[in-house]
Each structure stands twice: as structure tokens, then as C-alpha cells.
């Protein structure tokens, strides 16, 4: 089994900036592309970015692209995502996803991931 843990949510104002961490743990070796959710009160669950197993392919959904940074460091076993220019409609929890395939397709989709983490809180204030 793999484990998910998200840390670095917060209160921060528009404009501001967060790095949230997802750390993997257990049987990591079979855990490839990483991705990013967040789910608002009242929506659906949402792609905000991914990541591919060496770091080489990024994605990020339209809303995020040019205040977003998806990375990874595969020693670590941690990828995050750094939040740049922060508006009140990004406030969601975020969580993290991880894949057992090794296929880079699909990946906006929540159905491509297998490993979940529990989720970090983040609220910008206008």
C-alpha cells in the first residue's frame, strides 16, 4: 500500500503565496505520476495539476497555469505545489494523487489515480 500525506495548507490573503508537500510513504516504488485536486464546498472535485514520474511532463489546469508550479523530488518521495498570486476562488481542499501505471495519459482525470491522499485546507481571504 502507498500512503498520501498533503501539509502546508493555511489562511492566507489574495495575492499570497503557499507551498503545499505531499509525502509518500510504503510501497513508494510503485507510485509514477503525481497529481493535484481541489474540491471546493458545494463542487465537484477538480484537476489543478500533475506531474510525470521523472519530472519531465507537467500539466496544469487553465485556471492555475502562469500561479501554479507542480515539482517533485523522487528521493524524497515528495511532490508539491507551489500557489503564487493566490486568489479567494482557489480556497478548496487540495489533495494529492498518485498512479500505479506508468502512462502519462488521462491525467486531469481522477480516475487515472489509485492512491489518495486525505487533504489540506486552503483559504484565501479577498
Known amino acids: 500500500q502507498v500512503q498520501l500525506v498533503e501539509s502546508g495548507g493555511g489562511l492566507v490573503q489574495a495575492g499570497g503565496s503557499l507551498r503545499l508537500s505531499c509525502a509518500a510513504s510504503g510501497r513508494t516504488f510503485s507510485v509514477y505520476a503525481m497529481g493535484w485536486f481541489r474540491q471546493a464546498p458545494g463542487k465537484e472535485r477538480e484537476f489543478v495539476a500533475a506531474?510525470?514520474?521523472?519530472?519531465?511532463?507537467?500539466y496544469y489546469a487553465d485556471s492555475v497555469k502562469g500561479r501554479f508550479t507542480i515539482s517533485r523530488d523522487n528521493a524524497k518521495n515528495t511532490v508539491y505545489l507551489q500557489m503564487n498570486s493566490l486568489k479567494p476562488e482557489d480556497t478548496a481542499v487540495y489533495c494529492c494523487a498518485g498512479r500505479s501505471s506508468s502512462s502519462n495519459t488521462a491525467l486531469g482525470s481522477t480516475r487515472a489515480y489509485g492512491y489518495w491522499g486525505q487533504g489540506t485546507q486552503v483559504t484565501v481571504s479577498s
Open positions: 506531474i510525470s514520474w521523472l519530472g519531465s511532463s507537467t
